[in-house]
């Protein structure tokens, strides 16, 4: 790893702080080298927030060493007014002469325009460092604004056997297969992603509150598939404690403060219209909890990114199986006593 990368890998370090967090901006980490020193360093906190470059600035002490220093920050400074003042603006105004970029900004406000900017003033800009890694950094950023629609991932949890829960219960109620380590590693998932989506049937079979129980965090918002109006009006995912989405196709309910009726055409797609609507409403990333009937939906149709996959070692011996799936590559880990894969789809993230 040379220096270029070494400073950049520890822009990325910093910039997973802000995950969950800076929606519906990017996580960006910015650190400044003088004489092969790190003199500063911040990262993007909260949308509306200075900036990764902004906080690495203020946090050097010797400003007069800015002048003579290199900034590295994981995505192109943005060149436009926003809630703050745009930072390629910061950098010329503080006269550091090197900067060195991980990737460029998809966002068609900036694409490019910090960088132009920069070397039209006389900036020594580097590029591409760690490219890779910057935009696998921010896949849910990327894939709002390449593909138009949020990052989608699959998220399930199957018996040894493979099976996803059995064919008769008792209650309306989860039957948990996992351990108590894997149901917390969920509930951080779900205060990382900013939607959460499952479809009636499990609604009725479970009762689910869709929320972030056992992480702090900030709460997803709740989608239910709904085309039949199926699910009751007492269901916990229709308390109005947080923000839910239901797609129909025949709208009998009206909205409440926290929840809303989306009327779709079901038989035209509907994968494809639901997305839409998510990617309008400025949500970048959505968890497809089931069950079986909407995550092998998502499947046939290849619009998904990434699937997380639980297999505990309990028997069912007959149920509700498990989806289809092609497998891609994968990466495997113990949590507790669970086994968790975590498959990308390459044939969706090579395109971005």
Same mark, same amino acid.
């Given at each position: ?31 400044? +080298?003088?004489?092969?020193?790190? *003199? ?13 470059? /902004? ?24 060149? @436009? ?9 910061? *950098? &010329? ?6 900067? +060195? ?8 406000? /900036?694409?490019?325009?910090?960088? %132009? %900017?920069?070397? $039209? ?26 593909? %138009? ?5 699959? %998220? ?28 917390? &590693?969920? @509930? ?9 989506? /499952?479809?009636?049937?499990? +609604? &009725? ?31 916990? /995912? ?18 409440? $403060? ?30 497809i909890e089931g069950g079986r009937h909407t995550l092998q939906a998502f499947i046939d149709c290849g619009i998904w ?14 149920? *509700? ?21 975590? +498959?990308?789809? @390459? ?6």
């Open positions: 790893m040379n220096k270029h990368e070494k400073y950049i890998q520890r822009c990325i370090e910093l910039a997973k702080n802000g995950l969950g967090t800076t929606y519906p901006n990017p996580m960006v980490g910015s650190v400044i +080298v003088y004489n092969d020193t790190i *003199i500063g360093e911040g990262w993007h906190q909260k949308a509306g927030q200075a900036h990764a470059e /902004v906080n690495a600035i203020a946090s050097v002490k010797d400003k007069s060493l800015l002048a003579k220093a290199t900034i590295y920050v994981s995505l192109e400074p943005c060149s @436009h007014f926003g809630k703050t003042p745009p930072c390629s603006d910061l *950098i &010329l105004n503080t006269k550091i002469p090197n900067v +060195v970029i991980g990737t460029v900004d998809p966002n068609v406000k /900036v694409a490019g325009n910090g960088i %132009k %900017k920069l070397v $039209e003033n006389g900036i020594n800009v580097t590029m591409g460092i760690l490219e890779k890694e910057c935009n696998e950094l921010n896949k849910r950023f990327f894939t709002f604004h390449q593909k %138009k629609r949020p990052f989608i991932i699959l %998220k399930w949890a199957q018996s040894r056997d493979g099976f996803l829960a059995p064919l008769q219960k008792e209650t309306t109620a989860p039957v948990w297969l996992t351990s108590d380590h894997s149901r917390q &590693l969920v @509930h951080k998932w779900r205060t990382e992603e900013q939607a959460i989506l /499952v479809g009636a049937q499990t +609604v &009725l079979d479970d009762n689910p509150k869709l929320n972030a129980r056992d992480w702090h965090g900030l709460q997803p918002t709740r989608v239910v598939i709904d085309p039949n109006n199926r699910i009751l009006s007492s269901s916990a /995912v229709l308390n109005d404690q947080q923000k839910t989405i239901v797609f129909t196709q025949n709208q009998n309910r009206q909205n409440t $403060e926290n929840t809303t009726y989306v009327t779709i055409d079901f038989d035209q797609n509907s994968v494809t219209q639901m997305m839409q609507h998510l990617f309008e409403q400025e949500l970048q990333s959505v968890i990114d990434e699937a997380r996959i639980f297999t505990s070692k309990t028997l069912l011996g007959n149920g *509700i199986k498990a989806p289809s799936f092609p497998y891609f590559s994968s990466i495997e880990q113990q949590i507790g006593t669970d086994q968790l894969v975590i +498959v990308s789809n @390459h044939d969706s993230i090579d395109n971005i």
